[in-house]
Structures are given as C-alpha cells and as structure tokens.
C-alpha cells in the first residue's frame, strides 16, 4: 500500500468532518465539532470559522498538536500568512489567464466578499472573506470541502457543506483571492 501524500490525507479528513453532516448546535457559530475548530486558533464559541475548519483539517492530516503557525481564523490572514513570498508554483489567483490548469485537489481556496474585495486582498488588504479546502477538480469546477457554509453557499452558515464551484460561474470566480497549497508554506523565493 503507498503512502498518502499531504494533499490525499487534508481530502480525506475534510470529506470525514463534511461525512459527520457537522451542523452549529445552540446557536449561530456554536456546537461541539465548531467549537472544536474554533479552539484550533483560538477563536472563542459564536466567532465565525470557516478559517478555523480548515486550520483543523490542516492541523489533523499533519498529525500536529497545533494549527502551523500560517493558520488563522481569518480567511484573508490565511491567504496573506500562506503566499508570502511563496514559490510561484504554490498558488494561483483568477488573473493569471491558465489558473483553471493550476487548480489542483488539496488545495486551500479563499474568497472575498466580492470582487474589488479580491483585488485588495490579493494586494495585501484585509477583506471579508470565506475559505474551504479544494477536494476535486474537474471541467466543470473545483469541488470543496466548507466550514461555516450552507447549501446556497453562504460565508455565515451553519455548518460543513461540499460545494461545487463552476469555472462558468464568473460571480464565484470574480470573488476568488486565490488557491495555494498549504505544503508549500515556507517554501520562499531566494533571498526573500
């Protein structure tokens, strides 16, 4: 049997939480399994925690006692910790015109609020944002694994949902910061 690479073992923890049908209990941001995600980074119950869900997910498939230290309960803290000065190879952003090509399957996909939001982030702003772990990618879309979501596909949900993002959904992707592989945190340019 081979082993299971980084990207395989993140897949397979968030498809376990999302298979537990996780649901806020008690109100808004509150339950046992949130709960849990949220103490991951030190978010105390009722705070948001999309970030927070895939801090956890990250943290169990590395077999770790703590979130690594790129982990936030912010999804655009996450994404300015991941990519700064990151091999070009570790994400992608909506501009580069062959990002479809680049989406790949274990990777952390974060979204701003909307599209002028997307741009300062990615500027190095923060913005509102939500975030999931990219469980498929195929022509249709790059399927997710998402914390603090609901079947429309809200930031502010209620619990974890498997989403499908369409390539031809320009809202969606309008929205997108970007996708970065979380095994490629640390890994810098020289000199940087």
Request: with cysteine; glycine share 12%; charged share 25%.
């Amino acid at each position: 049997m081979t082993e299971q690479t980084p990207a395989e073992k993140l897949i397979e923890v968030a498809k376990a939480e999302d298979a537990k049908r996780v649901r806020e209990v008690g109100g808004m941001n509150r339950g046992p399994d949130v709960e849990r995600y949220q103490k991951t980074v030190g978010l105390s119950p009722g705070s948001p925690w999309c970030a927070a869900f895939v801090a956890y997910c990250v943290k169990e498939a590395k077999g770790l006692t703590v979130a690594p230290l790129w982990c936030s309960g912010s999804a655009i803290t996450q994404w300015h910790k991941g990519t700064r000065r990151m091999l070009p190879e570790g994400f992608t952003t909506p501009e580069k015109g062959d990002f479809q090509t680049k989406v790949r399957p274990g990777m952390i996909w974060v979204r701003a609020k909307d599209g002028a939001g997307a741009v300062s982030a990615r500027k190095g702003t923060w913005v509102q944002g939500h975030t999931g772990i990219v469980v498929a990618v195929d022509a249709e879309g790059f399927h997710t694994v998402e914390g603090n979501t609901n079947g429309a596909g809200s930031r502010e949900g209620d619990g974890v949902y498997s989403k499908l993002h369409k390539w031809s959904y320009s809202t969606d992707i309008v929205r997108t910061v970007g996708w970065f592989d979380p095994e490629f945190v640390g890994r810098t340019l020289p000199n940087s």
